[in-house]
């Protein structure tokens, strides 16, 4: 039985991962768990060799995809680190499912 949060139930939080996180099917990976947590947004290679992207969903699910990005990545990643910027509350998700863009 899922539990109900109260007040804001949905948290919104941009990232950005540091380490060999190109060539091993980050982004894959990431949008696959992100789907299975009900989580949505999107995840992108940058140009400067990191992944980045924006989440959006419960806040228990999206601290459950944050310490997977931070500490376990897909296999064959080396995560140095993720840096967390813009987090806020919302109300409802801005995004339907969660994409690959390029």
Same mark, same amino acid.
């Given at each position: *039985?899922?539990l109900? =949060?109260?007040?804001?139930?949905f948290?919104?939080? =941009?990232?950005?991962v540091?380490g060999?996180?190109? +060539?091993?099917y980050?982004?894959?990976?990431?949008?696959?768990?992100?789907?299975?947590?009900? @989580?949505?947004?999107?995840? %992108?290679?940058?140009?400067?060799?990191? @992944?980045? +992207? %924006? *989440?959006?969903g419960?806040?228990?699910n999206v601290e459950?995809? @944050?310490?997977?990005?931070?500490?376990e990545?897909?296999?064959?990643?080396? @995560?140095e680190?993720c840096? #967390?910027i813009?987090? =806020?509350? #919302?109300?409802? %998700? =801005?995004f339907n +499912?969660f994409?690959?863009r390029?």
């Open positions: *039985m899922a109900q =949060e109260s007040g804001h139930s948290v919104s939080v =941009e990232f950005e540091f060999k996180v190109q +060539g091993v980050f982004t894959k990976y990431c949008r696959d768990r992100s789907t299975e947590l009900d @989580i949505v947004g999107w995840v %992108k290679n940058s140009k400067r060799g990191t @992944i980045m +992207g %924006k *989440m959006q419960p806040k228990s459950v995809m @944050i310490a997977w990005l931070s500490n990545g897909s296999p064959g990643s080396k @995560i680190r840096d #967390l813009n987090f =806020e509350y #919302l109300a409802r %998700k =801005e +499912g994409s690959i390029f």
